[in-house]
C-alpha cells in the first residue's frame, strides 16, 4: 500500500515534466496546426545551455531561466526561418511532419557533433530529501520541478481563460480565417504561440536534465513519445487535456512499475492510452483535434 | 536463412574436402584471421591481427614447427553470416596449408562454426554467445568468456565480498538480460539471496519508485547492466534516497560513456566508494603478458599502432591461439588438425612433472627435452572444460578519478565450479 502511494507522489514528478513539455508541444499545434516533432530535440538543446551555464557557475533556477530563453528564441526563429515557408508553399500536415523530423536529425547530430556522443550533468545539487506521507521522499530539486508545473499550467490557464491574447489564440485555434477576418493579428499570435510554446519546451528540457541527472543527445528525443502521448491522450490542441494527459501517463508508468513489475511501466501507460483513444478518439478534452487532421 | 547457408556451405566442404591437406615439408602454415575486417565490426580484425602477427613471428624465430613457418591471413567476414560462409569455403578450398583459424565472431559464428568444424579446422572464435557453452563442435575452441559467464563472474564478487542480499537491476535489452539467468542461479548456488529483480524500462525519466520497491527489500548490493542514462538516473535516485549501497557491473560498466553518466549523477567519490565493474581479467602482468607484449611492439611494421592492442584480451586471446595450436602439433608430430586438435587441451592442463611453459618457444625446448609442459598464455592459466570453453578469470575494477583500478578478480576455477553447479 505505501509503494503505491509513493508511486502515486513519484508520478507526480514524471507528470510535472511531462505537463509543461506537453502542454507547450499541444498550446503550439493547437495555434498553427504544425506537429513539431523536433520539440523533444530542442528540449535536449536547452539542456546544453544549462549545462553550459550551470558549469560556468549559473544557479539552476538561472539556468531554467536560460533554457526558456533559448527554447523561446529557438523555436520562434525555427518557425520564422523554416516552417513558415513551408507552409506558405502549402505544405500540408504530413510534409510538415516530415520537414520536422528532418529538424529533430539536425539538432540531435548538431549536438552530437558539437559535444561528442558522450553524457552529461547539470551542476547542481538536487538538495535536501524530504519524506513526504511516510513513504515519499522528495529532492528540493524535484519539490522546484512540480512547483514549476504548477506555475506553469496556472500561468497558461489565465493566460488562455482571462487574457485577450488567450481568447486570440484560442480563436486562432479554433478557425485562422474567421480569427483573421475578425481582426485578429492572427501571425503575431502565431509568433507569441510559438514563444510561449518554446520557452515550456526550454523549461522542461531542464527539468528533464535535472531529473535523469545524466543527458546525452538523444534524451529529449527518446522523451518526445511520451509527450505526445500525453497531448494525444488529452485532445490534441488542448492545453488543459495535455495536463490531465500528463497525469494520466505519469501517474499509470510509476503505479505499475511499483504494483505489476518496472517492464510493465510503458506497456500499462500506453495501454492506458489506447483505451482512453478507443472510447474518446478525439482524445479526453478534445475539441479541435479532428478538425487538425490528428483523427480519422 | 543461416542454416541455409550453412548447409549449403557444408555441400561445397564436402566437394573440397579431398583438395585440402597440409604443404609438403618447409611450405608455410597458414592460420586464418576469420574476422570481420569490414562493416560495422571492422575493428575485430585489427585486433585480432594484433594478437596473431605477434604469435607466428615468435614461431617463426623459434624455428617454426616441424620445419614449416607460420603466417596469418586475413580472412574477411564483413560481419555478416551470408558474406561469412562464402569467404569461409574459399579459404577452406584455395588454402592448402590451412591449419586452424582464430575466430569465428559472434556476427558469423552461427553460420560458419559447421562448415569449419565439418573441414575439420580448428577453431579459437571469439564469439560470446552462450549457443556454443556446450557445443558438440570437436574442433571448436574458445579462450574468450561467454557472455552469459558475467553472471557468475559478479556473483562470486559479491560472494567475496561477504554480501548474501542482491538486487538484480538490468536493462530490458536483450543483451543485458542475457546476463541474469546465471546471475540468479549462481548467487543461489553461493547461499545468496536476490531480494529484487528489476528489468528496467531503459531512459524513463524517474525510477523512484522502482527505487523505492527495491530498497524495500533492503539488499546490500545491486548488480546492475543498462545503458548509461538509465543506470545514471536510477542510482542517482538510490543516492537521493541516502541509501547508496556497493553496486557491481558487467564490463559495461567499464565502458567511459557510462562512467561519465554514472558519475556526473552521484558524484566520483560515491562512484569510487561504491561501483565496481566485472571484466574478463586482463591482467597485463606476469612472464607470459610480457613476452606478448614486447613481441606485439616490435610488430610495428606489420600491425598498425601496436601498444592499443597490448592490454587487450582478446588480442591476448588470439596470441594464446595460436601459440597453442603450434605447441600442439609439436606434441602430435604432426601438422594435420585432426592429428593435432586432441593434444589442445592436454597443453594447458596442470599434471604432475608438467613443466609450466610462457611461450612457444619454452614449450618447444621442453618437449624436445621429452618433457611434459602446462602452457600459460598472456591471459593466464588456461582451463578449458569438456566444451572445449575457458571462462577465463575476472577481474573487478574501480574507476576513482576515470582511472581504471583493479581490486580484485574471481578465478576461472570458481567460474567453472560455478557453470558445473549451474
Known sequence: MSLFVASLGFGLVTASILAVAAVGFTLQFGVTNILNLAFGDIMTAAAFMGYIATSNGASIWLALAIGGAFGAVFSVLLNRLLYTPFARRGTRLFGMIIVTIAVSLIIQNGIQAIWGPSFFSLKFSPGHSYHVLGSMVFTTAQFGIMGIAVVAMVGVYGLLRYTKLGKAMRATASDPALARSCGIATDRVIDVAWILSGALCGIAGIALAMNVTSFTSTTGGTFLIAIVAAAVLGGVGQAYGAMLGALTIGISSEVAAGLIAPSWKQVVAFAVLVAVLLIRPQGILSEVAEEKEVVA | ?422
Request: proline share 5%; glycine share 10%; net charge neutral.
Open chain 2, 1 to 422: 536463412m543461416k542454416r541455409l547457408t550453412a548447409v549449403l556451405g557444408l555441400l561445397v566442404i564436402a566437394f573440397l574436402a579431398g583438395c585440402g591437406g597440409q604443404g609438403g615439408k618447409g611450405s608455410t602454415l597458414v592460420v586464418g584471421a576469420f574476422n570481420p575486417f569490414s562493416g560495422g565490426d571492422a575493428s575485430f580484425g585489427p585486433e585480432m591481427m594484433g594478437g596473431c602477427i605477434p604469435a607466428v613471428n615468435l614461431v617463426n624465430q623459434a624455428g617454426g614447427v616441424l620445419g614449416h613457418k607460420m603466417t596469418c591471413q586475413a580472412v574477411d567476414t564483413r560481419g555478416d553470416p551470408a558474406d561469412a560462409v562464402p569467404a569461409a569455403t574459399k579459404m577452406i578450398a584455395t588454402t592448402t596449408n590451412l591449419v586452424g583459424v582464430l575466430g569465428p565472431s559472434a556476427d558469423e559464428a552461427q553460420a560458419t562454426v559447421p562448415v569449419l568444424n565439418s573441414a575439420q579446422i580448428p577453431m579459437f572464435a571469439d564469439t560470446g554467445e552462450a549457443a556454443f557453452d556446450h557445443s558438440k563442435y570437436q574442433y571448436f575452441y574458445r579462450l574468450t568468456p561467454a557472455d552469459d559467464v558475467k553472471g557468475y563472474a559478479l556473483a562470486q564478487w559479491a560472494y567475496q565480498k561477504g554480501w548474501r542480499r542482491a538486487a538484480a537491476v538490468f536493462g530490458n535489452d536483450v543483451g543485458a538480460q542475457s546476463d541474469v539467468p546465471t546471475l540468479l542461479k549462481a548467487f543461489k548456488e553461493l547461499g545468496g539471496t536476490i531480494v529484487s529483480n528489476q528489468s528496467l524500462a531503459l531512459d524513463q525519466s524517474s525510477y523512484r519508485t522502482e527505487v523505492t520497491a527495491m530498497l524495500a527489500k533492503h539488499p546490500q548490493v545491486i548488480f546492475t547492466e543498462a545503458d548509461p542514462q538509465t543506470d545514471a538516473t536510477y542510482l542517482s535516485e538510490v543516492k537521493q534516497l541516502g541509501q547508496m549501497m556497493p553496486v557491481i557491473g558487467t564490463e559495461t560498466t567499464l565502458q567511459s560513456s557510462w562512467l561519465k553518466a554514472v558519475s556526473g549523477a552521484i558524484g566520483p567519490a560515491a562512484m569510487t566508494k561504491y561501483v565496481v565493474g566485472m571484466q574478463p581479467l586482463a591482467p597485463a602482468t606476469g612472464t607470459s603478458w610480457k613476452i606478448f607484449d614486447k613481441a606485439l611492439l616490435a610488430a610495428k611494421k606489420s600491425v598498425s599502432n601496436p601498444s592499443q592492442w597490448a592490454t587487450d584480451p582478446y588480442s591476448m586471446t588470439y596470441y594464446d591461439g595460436v601459440n597453442l595450436m603450434a605447441l600442439a602439433m609439436l606434441k602430435a608430430n604432426s601438422t594435420k588438425p585432426a592429428d593435432y586438435a586432441p593434444q589442445i587441451v592436454g597443453l594447458t592442463q596442470a599434471k604432475p612433472g608438467a613443466v609450466v611453459v610462457h611461450s612457444f618457444a619454452q614449450g618447444k625446448h621442453e618437449m624436445a627435452a621429452g618433457k611434459q609442459i602446462q602452457y600459460v598464455g598472456a591471459i593466464g592459466t588456461i582451463i578449458f572444460d569438456r566444451w572445449h570453453n575457458a571462462s577465463g578469470a575476472y577481474e573487478a575494477v574501480s574507476s576513482p578519478n576515470g582511472q581504471t583500478k583493479i581490486i580484485g578478480s574471481v578465478s576461472s576455477a570458481q567460474i567453472n565450479k560455478l557453470k558445473a553447479g549451474a
